[in-house]
């Protein structure tokens, strides 16, 4: 098992930084259930690979009992901390051992996350914690497209936009696991064509999550990624003796933040100043009745 979300450092930025879900993705989901399931099943859901909570508490108000999951400690105890809702609980553990009984779960979700579970293990888990007729929800984003504002001019806008968002994907992909980059690329349809279900459908259009953003958070959001933590592990260890000017010179979290302030002509501007949107398309496979 691939362990990247462990220490306190990127579960910080994780529960501060990373977009909770929007009411677009739990609407989708829950459509798909209301299609397939004939009774009113919201007794229990479990977010499995839950992080701090994003998709968790998302789910809140629809269903009576709610359960996240996730292997890292530390995520557990950042989701805990955040918690507001009584009917939300948190709990380690994993994906291809979750801790809840036979036929307990209406609805089993999973958000950015089960491109790195061994895949076979999990469903045979899914299946065995589902209801008969409940229903999965396995879904992810890539890197947000990002879209400078107050830069008046639509083509300079999208000149800018393209290049800031090939950037911060150029930065995502750098070092993730070949699994994930093929899960990524492709839109789950991967993963999609391994879940056997009565029913099933892959949803890759229409599910856009809008933020509003400073150059803060779009360096938080940055500094939540695995890859970038990775990537900068590995250097560290390959450059034991650079200076903190040397560092500078390779770590992507300072290229992306002078990339941006040089390119957009935002030198003199404060970070919180420098304001923009990202747009998080979600892709998504929803199964109902595994086999
Ligand atoms: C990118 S984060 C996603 C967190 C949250 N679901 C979200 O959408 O923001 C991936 C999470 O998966 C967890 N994880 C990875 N493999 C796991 C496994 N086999 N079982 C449980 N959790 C796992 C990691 O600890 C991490 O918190």
């Known amino acids: 098992m691939i362990r990247v979300y462990e220490n306190e450092d990127i579960t910080k930025f994780y529960v501060e930084f990373r977009p909770r879900f929007q009411q677009c993705v739990v609407e989708r989901v829950l459509k798909f259930c209301n299609e397939h399931q004939e009774n009113d099943n919201q007794d229990l859901i479990v977010d499995v690979a839950c992080g701090s909570g994003q998709a968790t508490s998302a789910f809140q108000k629809h269903f009576k009992r709610i359960l996240g999951i996730d ?3 530390n995520q557990i105890k950042q989701a805990r901390s955040a918690n507001e809702h009584d009917n939300i609980k948190y709990e380690v553990g994993t994906a291809e051992n979750i801790p809840l009984e036979e036929s307990s779960v209406d609805l089993l979700v999973s958000a950015t996350a089960c491109h790195r579970f061994d895949l076979g293990k999990f469903f045979t888990e899914a299946k065995r914690v589902m209801k008969p007729n409940g229903c999965m929800a396995l879904f992810c984003y890539n890197a947000p497209i990002i879209i400078p504002k107050n830069v008046k001019d639509p083509a300079k806008r999208q000149e800018l936009s393209d290049k800031t968002t090939s950037l ?4 995502d992909y750098f070092v993730n696991d070949e699994q994930s980059n093929v899960s990524y690329h492709c839109k789950y349809q991967d993963i999609f064509n391994k879940v056997s279900a009565e029913n099933k459908q892959w949803i890759t259009e229409g599910l856009v999550m809008k933020c509003e953003w400073n150059l803060v958070q779009l360096m938080g959001y940055f500094r939540s990624v695995a890859a970038y933590h990775e990537y900068m592990k590995m250097m560290k260890e390959e450059h034991k003796d650079a200076s903190e000017e040397e560092v500078k010179e390779w770590d ?7 990339f941006v302030k040089r390119e957009w002509e935002m030198e003199g501007v404060k970070d919180e100043d420098v304001m923009m949107e990202a747009h998080f398309h979600v892709y998504m496979v929803l199964a109902n009745k595994l086999k």
Not at 252 to 258: F, K, N
């Open 71 to 73: 292997v890292s400690p």
């Open 252 to 258: 992507h979290a300072v290229l992306l933040r002078d």
């Open 168 to 171: 911060l994907l150029k930065y």
